[in-house]
T-cell receptor, first 111, second 115 residues
């Protein structure tokens, strides 16, 4: 089967750096994406990796290693507004080449 | 700024009722999706469409149906609602090229409760 694993919850301090890991097992690979979802809200796209390496977008960076079927999202200079759930999603092969989603990591930020 | 709309935002109905959840986007995206998400859980794809008159079922078995008669409109219908359908339903769309399905724009969701 196809699956993604990410920690259920991560706690960090305001101003710090936090890394959220994602490992995947899919038939085929066509990109790893990260989304942010605040409580009661809709997911919003953060970043995308198709090739190995680091992609940086402001305070957020995302990394991919296809050989390890692994990626992570790095959040720097944490702010209270970053408290949310973060989902990794892989576009795999399978029957329809659609996004497969992880269960999400709830990021708790303490002052 | 993504422009994708869903109505109603909240809906409480009784078992056996027929309901239609509306989704519209003004971005001209060919690809649209319906997801089901329970609180604190992953998103499950229930339907998707690559364009007008193209609809496919997703990985999650669903008793719902969809239609795509116009590019901007992708409604989801439950013929007979049951308590097991209680969930949040999210509509999304994506650009036809580049990141494609990897970058999806989501509507605000419809939170459905079936009594």
């Amino acid at each position: 089967g196809q699956s993604l694993e990410q920690p259920s919850e991560v706690t960090a301090v305001e101003g710090a750096i936090v890394q959220i890991n994602c490992t995947y097992q899919t038939s085929g690979f066509y990109g790893l994406s990260w989304y942010q979802q605040h409580d009661g809200g809709a997911p919003t796209f953060l970043s995308y990796n198709a090739l190995d390496g680091l992609e940086e977008t402001g305070r957020f960076s995302s990394f991919l290693s296809r050989s390890d079927s692994y990626g992570y999202l790095l959040l720097q200079e944490l702010q209270m507004k970053d408290s949310a759930s973060y989902f990794c999603a892989v576009r795999g092969g399978g029957s329809n080449y659609q996004l497969i989603w992880g269960a999400g990591t709830k990021l708790i930020i303490k002052p | 700024e993504a422009d994708i709309y869903q109505t109603p935002r909240y809906l409480v109905i009784g078992t056996g009722k027929k309901i239609t959840l509306e989704c519209s986007q003004t971005m001209g995206h060919d690809k649209m999706y319906w997801y089901q998400q329970d609180p604190g859980m992953e998103l499950h794809l229930i339907h998707y469409s690559y364009g007008v008159n193209s609809t496919e079922k997703g990985d999650l078995s669903s008793e719902s149906t969809v239609s795509r008669i116009r590019t901007e409109h992708f409604p989801l219908t439950l013929e007979s609602a049951r308590p097991s359908h209680t969930s949040q339903y999210l509509c999304a769309s994506s650009v036809p090229s580049g990141r494609g399905e990897n970058e999806q724009f989501f509507g605000p969701g419809t939170r459905l409760t079936v009594l």
